[in-house]
């Protein structure tokens, strides 16, 4: 069991380049404008903004906020669940539900950059920098030093970072064996997971295994490159039941409680209200706790943290306007409080600060 956890969301991603769910749109957007987005996937791009556009009108009067992407996929997912979106059937609800996972996972592989120098791929400079942290944590063998980290992020930067310096990641997926590790709970699931239709197992695509089979070449002129891991997952040869997983990647909406995702992610979700129980710091970087992360709230109340046992809880955004500041206010229990500090950087002057705090001259 850890004794720090770093709980991490979109903001953290955000310095390696990818979009904020409030402006995914626009960068989605961006990428078609400058024709990044080819074939297939084109259609798909097309699609998601043609419902958006036909649905605003609709949804206007109730006010769900269809520029964040997160709030469309919400309701398409309920909308399969009910059949109550209109001028939407139950199965173009299904069918679009895949189109907007594709959208988000080809919109993250395409905006999120990994620095090439000397024609070597490294990870993202903050991301590298948590890792190199946690590593460090842990080569001093201390029980307190534990670290694992709980995401809400899709995406592979991480991942990545991960694989860089440990050349394995641990995400605490239920009946999968040879997870070795810093544990990563991934609450939304992953671009690299898969589903076994058979079964119903979650599987992923290591990036050891993936690197086995594909590499970058033609570096040399490069500054950057993407990781296209997540449009190649269907052809990666994981295999499940005898079977070839065919599957695009398994990620999951925020609103999954009463859906077919239930009985996959709750698991992992329990496992995170278990580490944040034991927890000594808690650190949260890019995560704005919105109103409609009503889960995130759930996660807490279920963990039931021992507040005596909470060292520090430490809460890192940019965020100028107090509004990030206030949620996290109005949220904590009052005996949390007084481990309570809320910092007004971004995640990598977290990590600094962080860092400075908890590697002190003790080993
Ligand atoms: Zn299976």
């Not at 995914?24 to 043609?50: S, T």
């Not at 199965?91 to 950059?113: D, N, V």
């Not at 090439?116 to 942290?133: D, F, R």
């Not at 507040?307 to 430490?314: D, H, K, L, N, P």
Request: glycine share 4%; proline share 4%.
């Amino acid at each position: 069991m850890s004794k720090n956890i770093f709980i991490l969301g979109a903001g953290a991603s955000k310095e390696a380049g990818a979009p904020l769910m409030d402006d995914f749109l626009d960068k989605a957007k961006d990428l078609l404008d400058l024709d990044k987005i080819k074939g297939e996937y084109k259609k798909d791009f097309d699609r998601i903004f043609k419902t958006i556009s036909d649905l605003k009108p609709i949804h206007y009067a109730v006010k769900i906020d269809l520029d964040n992407i997160e709030n469309l996929f919400a309701a398409l997912e309920m909308g399969k669940l009910l059949d109550k979106i209109p001028n939407i059937s139950k199965e173009e609800a299904e069918s679009l539900l895949k189109t907007i996972k594709r959208f988000i996972f080809i919109t993250l592989e395409k905006t999120i950059e990994f620095p090439v120098h000397s024609e070597k791929v490294y990870p993202n400079e903050n991301y590298g920098a948590l890792v190199k942290l946690m590593k460090e944590l842990d080569e001093s063998g201390l029980p307190q030093n534990k670290c694992s980290v709980i995401t809400f992020n899709y995406d592979l930067a991480l991942d990545y970072a991960l694989n860089s310096y440990n050349s394995s990641v641990n995400y605490g997926l239920p009946e999968i064996k040879n997870q070795r590790g810093p544990l990563l709970l991934k609450l939304h699931g992953s671009s690299n997971w898969v589903k076994c239709q058979v079964c119903g197992k979650i599987s992923f695509w290591s990036l050891s295994e993936f690197f086995g089979k594909y590499q970058y070449l033609f570096l040399k002129d490069l500054k950057f490159v993407n990781l296209d891991l997540a449009s190649k997952l269907i052809s990666s040869g994981l295999k499940c039941c005898d079977k070839e997983i065919k599957s695009e990647p398994y990620i999951v909406p925020p609103t999954w409680s009463k859906t077919e995702y239930y009985r996959d992610i709750s698991l992992i979700w329990k496992r995170a209200a278990l580490e944040l129980s034991e927890a000594e710091n808690i650190f949260i970087c890019g995560y704005s706790l919105r109103e409609s992360d009503l889960f995130f709230r759930y996660l807490f109340g279920l963990s039931s943290i021992g507040a005596s046992r909470i060292r520090r809880f430490w809460v890192f955004d940019p965020d100028e306007s107090d509004i990030v500041y206030n949620r996290f206010i109005n949220f904590i229990a009052p005996a949390i409080e007084k481990k309570f500090r809320f910092e007004k950087k971004r995640f990598s002057e977290a990590i600094n600060i962080i860092r400075n705090e908890l590697i002190k001259n003790d080993y």
